[in-house]
């Protein structure tokens, strides 16, 4: 069984770096074809796709937010981080990480989300 | 790319039948049989129904049913029921560098 849970702070000021973790279970980043993706949602917004890890730690990212996004894994923990850098007001959102097996083009399983806040 | 287009709300009677639309462009939607859909209970993990436009994962009922006809997918429920009661997503695998575009999301109330 496949699940997902993101972690992190709920509030975070301006400018600041936030720092999400997404741990999973039930397959392994190491396998051939396996991704991690990040997706966000602000109150009363589109969901948005943010990043994309893949098992050969191939990174993709949104490109109206490449230069502020990173994404790494930890495969011995089972954990994929994304980090964003200078966040503003608009950067509120509900943040999803998924599982994804290439070349499929959706995401099979979601972790429930973490709502950021990003206020001073 | 810009968000797909999804009716804010549907609503129907148990029993009934209700479609909601999700509208994208030629570079989406349109170019690729790559439209998915989630489910989504608040709070909840959102759990995908419609995959490659008309695919149902193992264990989502048949009631539920995709199809596309040029820029518009649509997802179909038929003989609703108080538990489909969710909000409901499009997305759209492109080619582009945004890889997925998703829509605003759908609320479905059953009546």
């Known amino acids: 069984q496949i699940t997902l849970k993101e972690s992190g702070p709920t509030l975070v000021k301006p400018t600041q770096t936030l720092t999400l973790t997404c741990t999973f279970s039930g397959f392994s980043l190491s396998t051939s074809g396996v991704g991690v993706g990040w997706i966000r949602q602000p109150p009363g917004k589109a969901l948005e796709w943010l990043a994309l890890?893949?098992?050969?730690?191939?990174?993709r990212y949104s490109p109206s937010l490449k230069s502020r996004l990173t994404t790494t894994k930890d495969t011995s923990k089972n954990q994929v981080v994304l980090t964003m850098t200078n966040v503003d007001p608009v950067d509120t959102a509900t943040y999803y990480c998924?599982?994804?097996?290439?070349?499929?083009?959706?995401?099979?399983?979601w972790g429930q989300g973490t709502l950021v806040t990003v206020s001073s | 790319q810009s968000a797909l287009t999804q009716p804010a709300s549907v609503s129907g009677s148990p029993g009934l039948s209700i479609t909601i639309s999700c509208t994208g462009t030629s570079s989406d939607v349109g170019g690729y049989n790559y439209v998915s859909w989630y489910q989504h209970f608040p709070g909840k993990a959102p759990q995908l129904m419609i995959y490659d436009v008309s695919n149902r994962p193992s264990g989502v009922s048949n009631r539920f049913s995709g199809s596309k006809s040029g820029n518009t997918a649509s997802l179909t429920i038929s003989g609703l029921q108080a538990e489909d009661e969710a909000d409901y997503y499009c997305s759209s695998y492109t080619s582009s560098s945004t890889l997925w575009v998703f829509g605003g999301g759908t609320k479905l109330t059953v009546l």
């Open positions: 998924a599982h994804r097996i290439h070349p499929r083009t959706y995401f099979d399983h």
């Open positions: 890890i893949y098992w050969d730690d191939d990174k």
